[in-house]
C-alpha cells in the first residue's frame, strides 16, 4: 500500500497566492510568530510526521481494531508511540493559548495540521481532534479555576478530551437527553446515564480523559432548555497538575462499525460519576453551540483529506497498471496495453477526485481565515466582530460539512472504481478510505441537518436570505473582474448567473415555505448541494485567476502545476458545475 | 436486525399489469407451464425461503465469513443447511431444460428467483449464480458428451461451477491471460496458471465444483484471438454420474474483501490441471461473450434487490425512530417528538430509494422478456431471431447493469444515511448493505465498462445511432398515447422532450468522436447515466398509466397501492430525472 504524501505544493498555493495568508497573518496579533518561513517550516515538519509516522498505520490500525478488556481499551499496535511523538512535538497546543502552554499560532494553522493529519490517518487524528473540542468549550465556558486544571494538561496533550452528547434514544435531538446529575454538597455534581457513540471515550494514549457532558439537573425543565454541561474526567485532578483517584465513568463497549475502527466508539457509563459544572445550569446547549461551527469544519475536513488520498492513491495505480488501448490509438505501443490513465474515463475519474480535493480545500481555507478573524476577535473581546465573523463562519460552515463530505465520499468511491475489481480488496487500501469517510455525512450533524441549519436556520430566519444575499455580492464583484480575461470569462459568465440564480432559488423556497414549512425541509438538501456546487466554483475561479496571472507573468519551472490549476477549473466547471442546475430544478419543484 | 419481506405485490404489478407476463407466457413454447397459477405459487414459495432460510443467514454470513483450511474452503454456518433446502426445492433446475432435469420454465422466472435471492442474502446467491454461468457455457458451447456428464448434476445443484477469466494481470483486458493449456494425447487438455477472483472458486456446498477456464493453447496468437475455454473439474467425473479423481486445481488464497464476505473469492491455481476443451480452439472469448448479456443482467439484480432491502429496512426505523419535529407542527404531540419520516428531507430519502428499487424492478422485467424471446428463438434454432432479440437485450445491458448498480448502490446509502449514526453501526445490517453493493458497479464490467460497451459499441459502431432510434420510438409511441391524461400529461410531455433530446446527443458525440476518438471515453460515463435515467422514467410512466388506470375504474382497497406508485412516479420526474440534464450537458462538453 502506498503512503500518503503531504501535498504541501498545493497548501502553499493557497496559502500565498490565492489567499494571502501572509498578510493575513500579519494582520493578526496571534500571527506575529506566524511569519512565512514559520509557517513554512512547521507545514513541512508537519508533512513529515504525517507522511512517515501515521500514514504507515493507517491500514494496520483499520485491521487491529481497538479492544475493551477489563473496561480499558487498547488502541492498535503503534499508536501509542506515534500519540507519543506527537506529544514530544508540541503539535496539540500549536494553536492554544500561550497562557496554557500552547504555541499560540492562528486557529487556521491548526486546521491544516489537522487536515494533514486526518488525511494519512484519520482514526488516529480522532483522538487529539476530540480534545481540541474540550479544550475549546472549558476555555470559553469554564471558570478560572476549571482553565488552570484542565487546559494545560490538555494543551500539552497528556490528558485527552471527549464530547459526550448522544444517549440511545437521541442523536440530533438532545432535547431527550436523559442522563441525571444531582447536585452535591460541595458543588460538585453526581452524573448517572449512558452516553453512546463517544470517539475517544476510553484509550491508552494519555493518563488521563476529560469529558464534556450533557446532562439533566433534577428540577431542569423539559427539553433543551433543561441541559447543562459539565466537567467529568475519568481519574479525578490531583490538584497538582497529575490524576487522582478513579471517577465512576466505564467504557461499557465498543461499538463495531463500517470503518475509522482504530478510533475508539464507546459506550460510556456513567454510574454516579462525579463532574462539575461549566457555564450555568440548564444552558449546556448554548455553551456546546458556541464552538458547533470549528467542529463542524473538522469535520468538513474529513470530505477533502480522504478525497486527496485517495485520487494519490488511484494517480498512482493509473500510471502503473495496464488494461486495453486508448480509443484514440496505442499510447504505450511496446507493452502489452496502455496505462489507465490513457483512458479518458479514467482521467474523468481522476480529474473529479482533484478537483473536490482541491476545490474542497480552497473552501476550507477560506472559512479557516474568517475562524482567525473570529477567533482573534473574541480574545480582544470584541464581541460584537466576533458575532459577524461568527455569522459569515455560520453560513459557509453547513455548506462546508455538508457538500464537502458528501463530495468527499463521491471522490473516495472514485477512487475505488479507478482500481476496477482490486479496489475491492482490502490490501489496496481504497475501500478502507471509502468505509472511513462514509461516517462524515453522518457525524456532527447528518447532511439532512446540515441542509436544514443553512436553509432553514442561516438563510431564511436569522436572515431572510440576507446571508446569500452578502455572499453572492462577494462573489459576483470577484467574477465581474474576470470577464475581461479571455481564459477566464468563460466561467467567470457561468459564476454571474449562478449568483442571481442562488437569490432566485432562495427567494422561490421562500415563497412556497409561507404556504407550507415543509417546504424548507423538502427542499433543502438540494439547496445545500446546489449552495456547496456554486461555492466550490467560486474557489476554483479565484484558483484559476492566480494561474491565469502566473502563466502570463511567468515561464518559470511551475508552468505545468499552474497549466494544472488551470485544466481542473475548467474541468469543474464543465463537468462537475452543471449538476446545480439539476439542484436547482429540483429545489424549486420539492413536493413534501 | 429485521429480515427481509419478499414484495410480491409489487412484483405482481409489474407481472400482471405492467407487462403482462401472463400473455408473455402463453406465446411461449416454455411458457405453457408458467400459468398464473403456477408462477404465483413459485414466487410465493421462493419468497418464503427467502425470508426464512437465507435472511436469516444474511448477518450472520458477514460476521463469520468464509475461512480456508487445508486448501478446503467452509461457508459460513448455516449456509450448508441452507442450500440443502435450495437444493430439495430443486431451484437450481428452474429456468433449465427439462432435458436435463430442469423445469424448462421461462429463463425470466430465474431471474424473479435470483433478484428474491440475492436480496435476501446475496453472498449466498452468488454460489448458485455462478454456477447458472457454468450451466449456459456448457448448454450453449459444450458437445453433448460434456452436456450430458455436467449439466445433470448442475441442475440439480449437486454440482457447483465457477467462471475462471481474471489473473492478477489483467481482468476487462482479456487478451493478457496467460493460464498455459496444454494438449495431451488422450485429448484432454493439462492447465497451468493462476486466476484470482473467482467466486465460489471452493466450498463446501456441493460434492463437485465445475471450473469454466480462459486459457491459451501452446501455439495460439497473442490477444483476444488465442484464448481457448476449457472444463476444469474439481473432481473428475466417474462417468457414472459421481465424482472420481481429484483434479490438480486449488484454491490458493481467499480474498479479503469490503463486503459479500460470505461469498468465497479464490486465488485458484492450476498445476497441470486435467480440462477439456469447450468449442473450438482459439475461440474461448466469443463463447464467453454469447451470455455475457445475461450475466450482466445478474448483476443488474445487485443494482435493485439491495436497494429494495435497505428502503424496507429504513423505512421500519423512519416509522419507529423519534427525532425533533416536523416543521409544519407536532405530527405526536403526545410523544417526545415525532417519527423521522414526518420530515421531509427523510420522506425524499425514502422515495428516492423506493424510485430506484421499483424503477430499477421494472427495467429488469421490461429486458426479461427480451431475454425469454431470445432463448425461445435460439431453442428452437432460429438465430436469426435469437440475434434480433439478442441485439435489443444487448442495448439495454449497459444501461442495466451500469446504470442500476450505481442506482442501487446511492439508494443503499441513503437508506445508512436514514438511521444516522446508526446506520455506520455493523449491528443494523445498513452499512453491511452498502459494502456488499459496492462490488456491483466493478465486476461483470466496470461502470466504465459498461458505458463503453453502451456507447461506443452497442450505439456507435453497431448501429451508428440506430439503437437509440429504435428504442426511443417505442418509448416516444407510447409516451405520445398518454398525453391525453391530465394526471399522465406532465411525465408524458417530460418524456417526449427526452427522446428527441437522446438521439441529439447521440449524434453530437458521433460529431465529436469524428474528431477524436477519445471523446467517446469522456462522454461515455454521462451518456451512461443519461440513458439509465431516460429510459427509468419509461418505466415509471408506465407503473404511472397503469396505476391512473386502476384508480380510474377502481375505488377498490388496492387505490393506496396505486396511489402510492403514482406518486412515486411523480416524484421521480420531479426529483431525479432533471439529473438527466446535468448529465446531456457534460456529455457533449466533455473534455478528453
Known sequence: MPVYKAPLRDMKFLLNDVFDYPGHYQSLSSGGNATPDIVDAILSECGRFCEQVLSPLYQSGDEEGCQL???????????????????AGGWQGLSAPEAFGGQGLPTSMGLFKQEMMGTANWSFAMYPGLSLGAMNTIQLHGDEQQQ??????????????????????????????????EPQLDSSYRLSGTKIFISSGDHDLTENIVHIVLARLPDAPRGTRG???????????????????????????????????ASATCVMNFDGATGYLIGSENRGLECMFTFMNTARIGTAIQGVG?????????????RERRSMRALSGKKEPDQ????????????????????????????????????????EANTQGNHKLADKYDNKLGFLTPILKGFLTEMGYEATNLGMQVFGGHGYIREHGMEQIVRDTRIATLYEGTTGIQALDLL????????????????????????????????????????????????????RVMLAARKDRDAVSAAANDFLMYSGYVTMAYMWLRQATVAVDKLANGGTESSAFYQTKLHTAEFYYERLLPRAQAHATVSVHSTT
Open 69 to 87: 478488556n477489563n473496561g480499558l481499551v487498547t488502541t492498535p499496535k503503534g499508536y501509542k508511540e506515534a500519540y507519543s511523538q506527537y506529544l
Open 148 to 181: 488552570q486544571t484542565y487546559l494545560v494538561p490538555l494543551t500539552e496533550g497528556r490528558w485527552g478530551g471527549t464530547m459526550c452528547l448522544t444517549e440511545p434514544q437521541c442523536g440530533t435531538d438532545l432535547g431527550q437527553v436523559k442522563t441525571r446529575a
Open 227 to 261: 441541559i447543562s454541561l459539565f466537567i467529568v474526567p475519568k481519574f479525578l485532578p490531583d490538584g497538582q497538575g497529575g490524576v487522582g483517584e478513579r471517577n465512576a465513568v466505564h467504557c461499557g463497549a465498543l461499538e463495531k462499525k463500517m470503518g475509522i475502527k
Open 306 to 318: 480522504p478525497a486527496e488520498l485517495s485520487y494519490q492513491w488511484a494517480l498512482d495505480y493509473a
Open 336 to 375: 502489452d496495453a496502455d496505462s489507465l490513465i490513457h483512458h479518458a474515463d479514467v482521467r474523468r475519474m481522476l480529474l473529479t477526485q482533484k478537483a473536490i480535493a482541491e476545490g474542497g480545500r480552497a473552501m476550507l481555507y477560506y472559512a479557516a481565515k474568517l475562524a482567525d478573524h473570529m477567533v
Open 456 to 507: 432553514g436556520r442561516k438563510v431564511l430566519l436569522s436572515t431572510q436570505g440576507g446571508a446569500v444575499r452578502e455572499f453572492t455580492f462577494k462573489i459576483a464583484n470577484f467574477a465581474r473582474k474576470q470577464l475581461t480575461n479571455k481564459q477566464l470569462r468563460p466561467m467567470a459568465v457561468e459564476l454571474l448567473k449562478l449568483t442571481a440564480q442562488w437569490n432566485f432559488l432562495t427567494v
